[in-house]
């Protein structure tokens, strides 16, 4: 019970932080560096971009962004193709095969199956410790469950905190936290990007940081 206090505590002291000093990042054609993506639209009013798929993991990244430690809060949006939905954010961008990045299976949200459940939400840091050789050698440790069990094809809000050592990352609507993990590498790029995986597309809007 303790513990579950101190997490809700957390959760809300973290949250109430992104506040007035945050900063909405606004998307334009111009200040994206696609790759292995197509823009399938750009729309500055709502501030939402729209990646194609393709195979192979692809990333837009934010040029004149400069983001290494601090508070990423953003909207995503994917869809209900099992094995063909992966969207998230990547950080500490080294090259297009070398970062980390948070990202969700918006497929498994719902799954009737809770070892599916289970596998919601993923920590990489590729290209040695992607999402097979976690669970092959650290299962239960790098990814977890989306309690709130959003609808697969809706926009669901999240809160990723970046610091020296630690990757939390929370539910905006619950103030939940869905999973904290080790950083598996140090900080050495202050790139970040949206990032879909293997045959996704993807959403995303409303993108703001703090740092």
């Not at 949006?77 to 080294?94: D, L, M, T, W």
């Not at 918006?106 to 199956?113: H, I, K, L, V």
């Not at 879909?196 to 995303?204: L, M, Q, Y």
Request: with cysteine; proline share 3%; net charge neutral.
């Amino acid at each position: 019970m303790k513990k579950e206090i101190l997490t809700l505590v957390t959760s809300f002291v973290v949250l109430s932080q992104i506040g007035c000093s945050s900063k909405f990042i606004h998307l334009t054609r111009d200040n994206l560096d696609v790759r292995n993506r197509d823009i399938v639209s750009v729309n500055s009013g709502t501030n939402t971009l729209i990646l194609n798929d393709r195979k192979g993991d692809g990333m837009a990244i934010i040029e004149d962004l400069e983001f290494d430690k601090g508070i990423i809060e953003l909207e995503l949006k994917g869809e209900n193709n099992p094995g063909k939905s992966f969207v998230g954010i990547a950080f500490n961008i080294q090259n297009d095969s070398t970062y980390e990045a948070v990202y969700f299976r918006p497929f498994n949200f719902r799954s009737d199956e809770k070892i599916k459940r289970e596998h919601s939400v993923q920590y990489i840091y590729h290209p040695k410790y992607n999402w097979r050789f976690l669970r092959t050698n650290h299962e239960g440790q790098f990814e977890s469950e989306y309690p709130r069990r959003p609808s697969p094809d809706d926009w669901f809000g999240v809160l990723v905190k970046i610091d020296d050592l630690k990757v939390t990352v929370y539910d905006r609507e619950t103030n939940t936290e869905l999973v904290s993990i080790e950083r598996l590498t140090q900080q050495v790029s202050n790139r970040i990007a949206f990032w879909t995986g293997f045959n996704s597309k993807g959403e995303f809007r409303k993108l703001k940081i703090k740092n």
